[in-house]
């Protein structure tokens, strides 16, 4: 696609490489029409770092003092690239617990994004995309089946959608990358996992959010982006909207399978996709999408576009 509304850096992320230009150089070299640039927000609590060398020998400060540095340093080469590329600014939060929503309208409110992504890592504030024996755990905690586990993350992910109102959803059905079964429909698991999932996805589209196809997943070994055909399904019924995110934490990531993610798209029968885009200096929106502004592809508009060239 010609756009992706999720990106991380090396710079600014212990998991990812590359710097931040350097991210943005690779998305105008591939022919992005708009690059979103979305670090993770920082945590406040010592316990919520990633162990090992992720983020072992850091501490909440640092994790602060990162994020100050990002937002000056997006400003800085939105400057000197917005002639190329639409650049929106914002990051992605991590709601664990309930006490993060606190901490996420205090950064909105400090930086002013252009917009932020809503994602859910943690369930019962243990990760769920971390490795298999964290999911594991996660698993234990929730009550001791996946069943349990999926309906306790969309049940987070619901929480954090009503506090937040998040312009785009990240990565919608991550709860599934370490599950025994990735391909196992939603239905299959019984309890109340798809009607969870009906019910955030209701709610999304009352208020006018968007779910990105994120392309990560098929780097991580699967067929498809997130989310899966079943929930995509619910999606495309209730009326609600679609993006394009490659999640990309280095430069070799940058639209990495994206042609996969058309062929996706045509597969569940989408017909147009959308991207966001910074409303000029001086115009504003109240709405989830203060400052930014929601423009459509049609399909055919979409595969007509330069980047599938490049």
């Not at 003092?65 to 937002?71: Q, S």
Request: with cysteine.
């Amino acid at each position: 696609m010609p756009f992706s509304h999720h990106s991380h850096s090396g710079q600014f992320c212990q998991h990812a490489r590359n710097t931040l230009e350097e991210m943005i150089q690779a998305a105008i070299a591939k022919g992005m029409i708009v690059f979103s640039l979305t670090e993770h927000m920082p945590r406040d609590c010592l316990e919520d770092l990633y162990p090992e060398e992720i983020e072992a020998h850091l501490n909440p400060f640092e994790l602060f003092r990162a994020f100050a540095d990002y937002y000056d340093t997006a400003l800085r080469l939105r400057s000197r690239y917005q002639h190329m590329i639409e650049l929106p600014i914002g990051f992605e939060v991590d709601y664990i617990r309930e006490s993060s929503i606190t901490l996420i309208n205090h950064l909105q409110n400090l930086y002013k994004f252009d917009f932020f992504i809503g994602s859910v890592h943690h369930v019962n504030t243990i990760p769920i995309d971390f490795d298999k024996p964290m999911y594991q755990r996660a698993i234990e905690a929730a009550g001791g089946t996946e069943r349990d586990l999926f309906e306790a993350y969309f049940d987070a992910q619901y929480e954090m959608l009503k506090a937040l109102k998040p312009a785009v959803i990240g990565h919608f059905d991550l709860i599934r990358l370490f599950c025994s079964d990735p391909d196992k429909k939603l239905a299959d698991y019984g309890g109340d996992v798809v009607r969870k999932v009906e019910r955030n996805v209701d709610f999304i589209c009352s208020y006018g959010g968007i779910t990105e196809l994120n392309s990560s997943s098929i780097r991580k070994g699967w067929k498809e982006p997130y989310p899966k055909k079943d929930v995509c399904e619910i999606i495309i019924a209730k009326g609600g909207r679609f993006t394009f995110s490659d999640d990309s934490h280095a430069v070799d990531q940058v639209g990495l399978n994206y042609h996969r993610v058309l062929d996706y798209v045509e597969d569940i029968g989408l017909t147009e996709v959308h991207y966001l885009m910074k409303l000029p200096m001086g115009q504003t929106r109240i709405n989830v999408l203060d400052a930014c502004v929601v423009k459509t592809l049609t399909l055919e508009e979409l595969k007509g576009h330069q980047f599938w060239q490049s």
